[in-house]
Structures are given as structure tokens and as C-alpha cells.
């Protein structure tokens, strides 16, 4: 069964400073994966996407991931955080089979200070 | 493009009463699901639709309804609201047949069940 795990439920960090937010998955197939962002009292926005191409994946907003199916993680990281970064961040898994269902992680929330 | 339409935004029924969520899309997807987001508890599936005239249950399908009569309009039924489905509702759609599935999704409904 393909699941997510989201290693991290709050992480805080310092404006300026990285921003790593870990996940693992697994998948009995080749995966897509994706890195969703929702913004407080707002809907949810599309990140990056891997699907199979290159494994870093850059995104919106400074923000990339790289594919490691070794590890099989695919953590999310910004080289500086800024204050519009504070919000909940879902990894999510998506398999070819199975009707394409998204699996989601937990989320976590990212609070950047001042 | 508007995308995906959800509305209403906000609603509060008491305990007991029915309505209907909508959702509408403009691009044309075939995929289209209903999540409920629950604090601590991420996106749970609820119903999926892979086209018109096809709908199947998700993890949490119990209370609610749907109907995919057109490709645009997936509506979601609460036929006798409780309590436990305070919770804030999102419709997604997303491309069928790449199978590399990136949603795309409404601003939100948030129900609050009296």
C-alpha cells in the first residue's frame, strides 16, 4: 500500500535561515510525487511535481526537492526563508495504478521568525 | 479560467439538515474527489469520480453522497448533517490519462454543524 510520511509535524526556523521539511514514501509502483503549500484560511497551491524526470525538482517561490528513491524520500528544502513561507506544507504520493488516488502526508507547519 | 468553483464558502447547518456542496470545473478533467481537512488529520478522500457517470468511495465516504452527471459538476450531499462533519471541504480535478496527476483545487468550503 503506498503511504506518506511527513517526518516533521511543526518546524520553526529564523527569516533568512534553510528550510528543510522531510518526507518519506512508499509506493509499490513508480511514484509521482508532489509538494503542496496552504497558506492560512486559503486553499491549496501546487508546489513542485516529480514524475519521473529529473529527480531535484525546482518549484515555486525558491522552493526544490530532490527524489531519492535509495532513500525514498523526497524532502522539500529553501535556501532562505522568508515570512511568506510561514504555512502548512503536504507531501503527497500519486501512483499510476489505482486510480491515480493522492495519498497525503500529515502536513507540516512552517513558522518562520523575525 | 476560473478552474475549480466551489461554493458556498461557509455554511453552518444544524444538526439533522441536508445540503448540497457544489463544484465545477473548466478544464476539462476527468478526475475529479472531494476531501475533508481536519485539523491534525491532513486530506481524507471522500468520494472520486474518474468521468461522468462514474463515482466510487474514498476512505471516509460514510454520510455523504455524490453524482457526476456532466464532466464539469461533482457535487457532494450531506443528507443528515452531524456534528463529526464540521470540517473544511476541498474539491480537487485533476487529468486522467497521463497518469501523472497534478490537482488542482477549490478555495474551500468550511461547514460547521450545529
Known amino acids: 500500500a503506498q503511504s506518506v510520511t511527513q517526518l516533521d509535524s511543526h518546524v520553526s526556523v529564523s527569516e533568512g535561515t534553510p528550510v528543510l521539511l522531510r518526507c518519506n514514501y512508499s509506493?509499490?509502483?513508480?511514484?509521482?510525487l508532489f509538494w503542496y503549500v496552504q497558506h492560512p484560511n486559503k486553499g491549496l497551491q501546487l508546489l513542485l511535481k516529480y514524475t519521473s524526470a529529473a529527480t531535484l525538482v525546482k518549484g515555486i517561490n525558491g522552493f526544490e526537492a530532490e527524489f531519492k528513491k535509495s532513500e525514498t524520500s523526497f524532502h522539500l528544502t529553501k535556501p532562505s526563508a522568508h515570512m511568506s513561507d510561514a504555512a502548512e506544507y503536504f507531501c503527497v504520493v500519486s501512483d499510476t495504478g489505482n486510480n491515480r488516488k493522492l495519498i497525503w502526508g500529515l502536513g507540516t507547519s512552517l513558522a518562520v521568525n523575525p | 479560467n476560473a478552474g475549480v468553483t466551489q461554493t458556498p464558502k461557509f455554511q453552518v447547518l444544524k444538526t439533522g439538515q441536508s445540503m448540497t456542496l457544489q463544484c465545477a470545473q473548466d478544464?476539462?478533467?476527468?478526475?475529479m474527489s472531494w476531501y475533508r481537512q481536519d485539523p491534525g488529520m491532513g486530506l481524507r478522500l471522500i468520494h472520486y469520480s474518474v468521468g461522468a457517470g462514474i463515482t466510487d468511495q474514498g476512505e471516509v465516504p460514510n454520510g455523504y453522497n455524490v453524482s457526476r452527471s456532466t464532466t464539469e459538476d461533482f457535487p457532494l450531499r450531506l443528507l443528515s448533517a452531524a456534528p463529526s462533519q464540521t470540517s473544511v471541504y476541498f474539491c480537487a480535478s485533476s487529468y486522467q490519462g497521463q497518469g501523472r496527476t497534478e490537482a488542482f483545487f477549490g478555495q474551500g468550503t468550511r461547514l460547521t454543524v450545529v
Open positions: 478544464m476539462n478533467h476527468e478526475y
Open positions: 509506493s509499490s509502483y513508480s511514484p509521482s
